[in-house]
């Protein structure tokens, strides 16, 4: 059964470069970073399994389909920006980036309904521990978790 799935081709996740992309040149999205080691939580540290929640939650950040349109055809989810939960200092979007690590949330090119008209990036954060943060957002605008969360799929990448 092993060399089954060994004869396999693996495709690319999605396309970064050429003619095939839907980013604009110049964009970095650092799949390296996937390989990098992810939070261990309590549960597993002590020899049992992550629960259903945390499971689908991770199914969830890791899904292209909870983003809208251009954002979903790149193959771009949660865990594009926010690697393993931490931050990604290399993803740069060309438009929207003025130094790898940052993403302008009020740029067009994701939701043209965002587009505030300026260029004004903010770090990419990493979210371990935000839960303990409030309020939420790089100017604390959003009291709950769960509205933060809404606004950036919906609002800053066009979800459903």
Avoid: W
């Avoid at 371990?128 to 604390?140: I, S």
Wanted: charged share 15%; glycine share 12%.
């Amino acid at each position: 059964m092993l060399l089954l799935f060994a004869a396999i081709p693996r495709a690319p996740a999605f396309p970064v470069h050429g003619q095939q992309t839907v980013l604009p040149a110049g964009t970095e999205l650092n799949e390296d970073a996937l390989s990098q080691p992810r939070e261990i939580f309590k549960s597993e540290a002590i020899g049992g399994a992550k629960s259903y929640l945390v499971n689908l939650g991770d199914l969830a950040f890791s899904s292209p389909t909870i983003l809208g349109g251009l954002a979903r055809q790149a193959g771009i989810s949660c865990s594009t920006c926010h690697v393993n939960g931490a931050s990604n200092s290399k993803l740069y979007i060309a438009g929207l980036s003025t130094r790898p690590g940052t993403f302008d949330t009020t740029g067009g090119l994701f939701n043209g309904k965002a587009d505030n008209h300026a260029l004004d990036p903010v770090r990419i954060p990493s979210l371990r521990g935000a839960r303990y943060l409030a309020p939420y957002g790089h100017d604390g605008r959003m009291a709950s978790l769960r509205d933060f969360v809404r606004n950036v799929i919906v609002n800053e990448f066009a979800g459903p």
